[in-house]
């Protein structure tokens, strides 16, 4: 895949099981990795080599963004590979002008999320997103990246 790429490194105070879980499991998904304001009425995740995912955020003014990609690699507890694309609510992949996104945008970026335990139940996760053009979006997408990790991080911490 070619293009930019964002890499992100976060320490969380959980058990490697945890983080695994939250990123795993769609009901805990849906609680942290939404923008600030935004929900994620619809999930459907089959973590698994080959599986997809389908995913659409709601806006606080209403408006539906969904977005879809596949399972790559799964390692259970180590790592994860996946594609990422915008799509339609069925799950039909869509360029970003669908969205109103700009030229800017790709059409599909892969993700790889890799997780480490660490020494007094902390895990280290770290985040490699390649397929992205230069400027705006990469500078957005890792924003976007570390907001949900500081959800995910708030997460957590609830137990």
Do not use: H
């Not at 879809?68 to 339609?88: H, L």
């Amino acid at each position: 895949m070619t293009g930019k790429g964002i890499f992100i490194k976060r320490t969380f105070d959980a058990p490697r099981r945890r983080v695994w879980q939250a990123w795993t499991d769609p009901e805990q998904w849906k609680r942290w990795f939404a923008p600030k304001g935004f929900t994620i009425p619809s999930l459907r995740m089959n973590v698994q080599v080959g599986g997809e995912f389908l995913y659409c955020m709601r806006s606080p003014d209403g408006k539906d963004v969904c977005g879809t990609g596949i399972y790559r690699e799964v390692v259970e507890m180590e790592k994860i590979v996946m594609t990422d694309a915008f799509s339609d609510e069925k799950g039909n992949v869509v360029p970003p002008s669908y969205y109103d996104m700009g030229e800017d945008w790709t059409d599909e970026v892969l993700i790889t999320i890799t997780f480490e335990e660490l020494e007094y139940c902390t895990t280290q996760l770290t985040l490699r997103q390649m397929g992205l053009r230069a400027g705006e979006v990469t500078e957005g997408s890792e924003l976007g990246w570390n907001e949900a990790f500081d959800n995910l991080a708030e997460f957590l911490a609830e137990g």
